[in-house]
């Protein structure tokens, strides 16, 4: 397993399992899977409706807690001060344990301008010693500016649609200017057309991997967090046999290339769903 070191000094898998779409009853046989794999990064949320099963899966699994990663997230419609911190109560609550290691604002939802006090919350849970580390997802430049000018503690990471589709340059170079690391969600593009992309599968065959190794490969060797999920037994495997290749800067560069700006999810300054 590979590790990153956030900005205050915690040591992250740069290959973690995402549950999203995950059913409850699901989660606990597939999280195990996942850790008999060899992945100890976790990546829930509360509105993902598993953070019991999940946490049934660490139960019964016998790994180490402090050798877990465990990420979850505040959903939208419990942003504000007091409603974050009552948020973070349930979560850990259903996930049966007393830490997170990292705690994330799901979406800005700008409309509503509660993102600086919801992570705001964040900061006293990290001081609180509950959370090791606190970040957000789907913030845009503006957005994260903002929490560097308004807040004290920079965001270890944010979360972000990323994929060979959609590369995130202007994030990804806005992150490293500011040590807050692009962590990329729908790595696979959820699995779609980016995996028949034919230069993709040309790389593929030239390292006898898959099309869904190779793209995890470019994340990892653009220094993104990742976080592939799937419910596969096969692919579950598969997605973690990333660590024997490398892709040379040919390659990375011709992937590089398949940037179209093309998403799968909501424009993250245009979602305002509660
Ligand atoms: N912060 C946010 O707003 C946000 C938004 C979306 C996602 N996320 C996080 O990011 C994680 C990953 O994103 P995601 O679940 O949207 O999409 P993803 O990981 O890009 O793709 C998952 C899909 O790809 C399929 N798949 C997985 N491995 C494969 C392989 N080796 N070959 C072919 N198909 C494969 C899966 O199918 P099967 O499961 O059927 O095998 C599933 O349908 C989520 O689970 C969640 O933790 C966060």
Redo the contacts with the bound molecule.
């Keep these: 397993m590979q590790f990153v070191t956030l900005n205050n000094g915690l040591k992250m898998p740069q290959l973690g399992f995402?549950?999203?779409?995950?059913e409850e009853e699901d989660a606990i046989s597939v999280v195990k899977k996942a850790l008999e794999v060899g992945y100890r990064s976790i990546?829930?949320?509360a509105i993902?409706g598993n953070e019991r099963g999940v946490g049934e899966a660490l139960k019964q699994s016998s790994v180490p807690r402090d050798e877990l990663f465990i990420t979850t997230?505040v959903w939208n419609t419990d942003q504000g001060y007091e409603n974050t911190l009552k948020a973070f109560d349930e979560s850990l609550e259903k996930l049966g344990l007393d830490y997170v290691d990292l705690y994330?604002v799901?979406?800005p939802t700008p409309e509503y301008d509660e993102y600086v006090e919801t992570y705001k919350a964040l900061e006293k849970l990290y001081h609180d010693g509950r959370v090791k580390a606190i970040g957000v997802?789907?913030f845009d430049q503006d957005h994260l500016q903002r929490l560097l000018d308004e807040c004290e503690i920079t965001p270890v990471l944010n979360?972000i649609?990323c994929?060979p589709f959609l590369a995130q340059q202007e994030l990804k170079h806005f992150g490293g200017k500011n040590d807050i690391y692009v962590e990329a969600?729908?790595?696979?593009?959820?699995?779609g057309e980016v995996?028949k992309n034919d230069d993709i599968q040309a790389i593929a065959k030239d390292h006898g991997k898959?099309?869904?190794?190779v793209i995890i490969r470019w994340h990892l060797q653009n220094e993104t967090i990742v976080?592939?999920?799937?419910?596969?037994p096969s692919?579950i495997e598969?997605?973690f046999d990333v660590f024997d290749f490398e892709l040379n800067q040919k390659e990375m560069e011709k992937i590089d290339s398949l940037d179209r700006n093309e998403r799968?999810?909501p424009i993250p300054s245009e979602m305002n769903h509660r």
């Design positions: 995402g549950v999203w779409q995950v990546d829930t949320a993902y997230k994330l799901h979406w997802c789907n979360q649609e994929h969600w729908s790595p696979l593009m959820q699995g995996l898959t099309p869904a190794q976080i592939p999920k799937s419910v596969t692919r598969e997605n799968k999810g």
